[in-house]
Nanobody, 115 residues
């Protein structure tokens, strides 16, 4: 079993920054891909950013140039640096880890962008 615990969410003003973290524990193997997804009220969960085992990154068009995904393999931790935040970034952010043939989700962390 794999556990993913997100942290770093909160309330921030438009234009501000937050850094999300996702700590992984349990039966960890080499990843295929890890990523961040988000879900706003009344909307479907959507991809924010992913990073592969080879550190290749991919971003949703809506966050390109503002968000940066990274990971620390030694700490089994995934990060999402979010800059220039907008009200439309408000959502619950979920960490995702795909290893072997299974995928795992964290419980989510709330990000609210509001003045």
């Amino acid at each position: 079993q794999v556990q993913l615990v997100e942290s770093g969410g909160g309330l921030v003003q438009p234009g501000g920054s937050l850094r999300l973290s996702c700590a992984a524990s349990g039966r960890l193997f080499s990843i295929n891909v890890m990523g961040w997804y988000r879900q706003a009220p009344g909307k479907q969960r959507e991809l924010v950013a992913t990073i592969t085992d080879g550190f290749i990154t991919n971003y949703a068009d809506s966050v390109k140039g503002r968000f940066t995904i990274s990971r620390d393999s030694a700490k089994n931790t995934l990060y999402l640096q979010m800059n220039s935040l907008k009200p439309e970034d408000t959502a619950v952010y979920f960490c995702y880890r795909f290893q072997g043939a299974l995928g795992y989700w964290g419980q989510g962390t709330q990000v609210t962008v509001s003045s």
